[in-house]
Nanobody, 121 residues
Framework: VQLQASGGGLVRAGESLELSCVAS????????WGWYRQVPGNERELVAS???????VYGDSVKGRFTASRADASNTIHLQMTALKAEDTAVYYC????????????????WGQGTLVTVSS
């Protein structure tokens, strides 16, 4: 199983950007998916995450500006980012917990390689 994130780039403050992450390989079930970000020297922080059958949880700093989504039965997740700020500059990672054997598990954690978002002020 691999997660491939894309869509990062350089934008100006106030602009929008959309990230995508495609999961490929033998995927039987996904129990959790989400986005995290990391600035060099800082810990990786939650952007948005959803456990299947639960609500999407957003980090406080992105609430109201970012929207995470996944189409039903799709192996692609998206992160729509609006009203971007300089402090949103980071490497963004997608994460998923995936079972390759059975719909009930066991589930293993996978991370994408990261995509850089740079917001100029």
């Amino acid at each position: 199983v691999q997660l491939q994130a894309s869509g990062g780039g350089l934008v100006r403050a106030g602009e929008s950007l959309e990230l995508s992450c495609v999961a490929s390989g033998r995927i039987v079930a996904i129990s959790l998916w989400g986005w995290y970000r990391q600035v060099p020297g800082n810990e990786r922080e939650l952007v948005a995450s959803r456990r299947i059958s639960g609500n999407i949880v957003y980090g406080d700093s992105v609430k109201g500006r970012f929207t995470a989504s996944r189409a039903d039965a799709s192996n692609t997740i998206h992160l729509q980012m609006t009203a971007l700020k300089a402090e949103d500059t980071a490497v963004y990672y997608c994460r998923a917990e995936i079972s390759t054997t059975d719909a009930t598990g066991p589930f293993r954690e996978y991370w994408g390689q990261g995509t850089l978002v740079t917001v100029s002020s």
